[in-house]
């Protein structure tokens, strides 16, 4: 059927999911979001950013965490194709064979979202795309279109939704959460002379 020939990819800002639309209710493809990069070229994505031989010759970036700075040494261009041509790889998946949904984060700036959909058609040529705010996607998933989604992952975001719109005059977002929290802790750890290495 078409709908089996559908990615679905969940840019997490701490984690990406995908996987293929089937009766499978879990992602096929997990890995943290997370690149690494040398002389301002991806070397790697995911979880092979992190083993000892790459990360020792490369600085990690993280191109899809909410940043109030953006950083611009970071390619979100290059992080993103990494990110696809991880996932293709990992469902043996050709990409002009598919279409592709997209679940975004609501802040995700509008310049990188046009990135994402150039990346997509123009570099994979994907049959079509839609990206859609996890916030939405949240709802659909219980079949539902009206309620209020919670999502509590890098930020915290309240958004109330009828009939499949948000209702921007409700809606609540709060910056700190996942991150913020962590490095905090880690602040306050180190006040005290207690150290945590990896």
Same mark, same amino acid.
Request: proline share 4%.
């Given at each position: 059927?078409?709908?089996?020939?559908?990615?679905?990819?969940?840019?997490?800002?701490?984690?990406?999911?995908?996987?293929?639309?089937?009766?499978?209710?879990?992602?096929?493809?997990?890995?943290?979001?997370?690149?690494?990069?040398?002389?301002?070229?991806?070397?790697?994505?995911?979880?092979?950013?992190?083993?000892?031989?790459?990360?020792?010759?490369?600085?990690?970036?993280?191109?899809?965490?909410?940043?109030?700075?953006?950083?611009?040494?970071?390619?979100?261009?290059?992080?993103?194709?990494?990110?696809?041509?991880? /996932?293709?790889?990992?469902?043996?998946?050709? %990409?002009?064979?598919? #279409?592709?949904?997209?679940?975004?984060? @609501?802040? $995700?700036? =509008?310049?990188?979202?046009?990135?994402?959909?150039?990346?997509?058609?123009?570099?994979?040529?994907?049959?079509?795309?839609?990206?859609?705010?996890?916030?939405?996607?949240?709802?659909?998933?219980?079949?539902?279109?009206?309620?209020?989604?919670?999502?509590?992952?890098?930020?915290?975001?309240?958004?109330?939704?009828?009939?499949?719109?948000? /209702?921007?005059?409700?809606?609540?977002?709060? %910056?700190?959460?996942? #991150?913020?929290?962590?490095?905090?802790? @880690?602040? $306050?750890? =180190?006040?005290?002379?207690?150290?945590?290495?990896?």
């Amino acid at each position: 059927t078409r709908s089996s020939n559908t990615i679905i990819l969940d840019l997490g800002s701490c984690s990406i999911r995908a996987g293929l639309v089937s009766d499978n209710d879990y992602p096929q493809v997990f890995f943290p979001n997370v690149c690494s990069m040398n002389e301002g070229s991806v070397i790697a994505c995911g979880s092979e950013s992190l083993l000892p031989h790459i990360r020792g010759q490369a600085r990690l970036v993280y191109p899809f965490r909410h940043r109030v700075r953006m950083d611009t040494s970071i390619s979100v261009r290059d992080c993103f194709h990494a990110v696809i041509e991880t /996932v293709c790889k990992s469902l043996h998946a050709e %990409p002009e064979k598919f #279409n592709i949904l997209v679940s975004i984060s @609501s802040v $995700l700036p =509008t310049n990188t979202q046009q990135i994402i959909a150039e990346v997509l058609l123009e570099t994979f040529g994907f049959q079509g795309i839609l990206l859609q705010e996890q916030t939405t996607m949240a709802l659909y998933s219980y079949n539902c279109t009206t309620g209020i989604s919670v999502n509590i992952g890098d930020t915290i975001d309240v958004v109330p939704i009828i009939d499949g719109y948000k /209702v921007e005059g409700g809606s609540f977002h709060l %910056p700190l959460a996942g #991150n913020a929290i962590s490095e905090n802790l @880690s602040k $306050l750890a =180190t006040l005290r002379d207690i150290r945590y290495f990896s």
